[in-house]
């Protein structure tokens, strides 16, 4: 059973960063695609980011283009999001994801990390 496990959430001043981290505890986090979700207090959960089990392909919600950065460790079993420019609109709980090939869904999920951006 995989697990993932996110951290780096906190509190921080808009126009601050954060870098959340996702470490994936299986085997097969190299052929996995990972991504970031958000979900705010009366909100839809809203797709952040995603990136391919090689790293070469990477794609982002319109909301954080720009100012969010997807990346991964493959020898760390890891994935990040690094967040520059925050908003108090990016305020949410993170959560980290996994799709394994060959699965076209997000088949496990994170318990999610609190990101609280202060105006």
């Known amino acids: 059973q995989v697990q993932l496990v996110e951290s780096g959430g906190g509190l921080v001043q808009a126009g601050g960063s954060l870098r959340l981290s996702c470490a994936h505890s299986g085997r097969t986090f190299s052929s996995t695609t990972m991504g970031w979700f958000r979900q705010a207090p009366d909100k839809e959960r809203e797709f952040v980011a995603q990136i391919s089990w090689s790293g070469g392909s990477t794609s982002y919600g319109d909301s954080v283009k720009g100012r969010f950065t997807i990346s991964r460790d493959n020898a760390k079993n890891t994935v990040y999001l690094q967040m520059n420019s925050l908003k108090p609109e990016d305020t949410a709980v993170y959560y980290c994801?996994?799709?394994?090939?060959?699965?076209?869904?997000?088949?496990?999920w994170g318990q999610g990390t609190q990101v609280t951006v202060s105006s």
């Open positions: 994801a996994g799709s394994p090939y060959p699965s076209s869904t997000y088949d496990y």
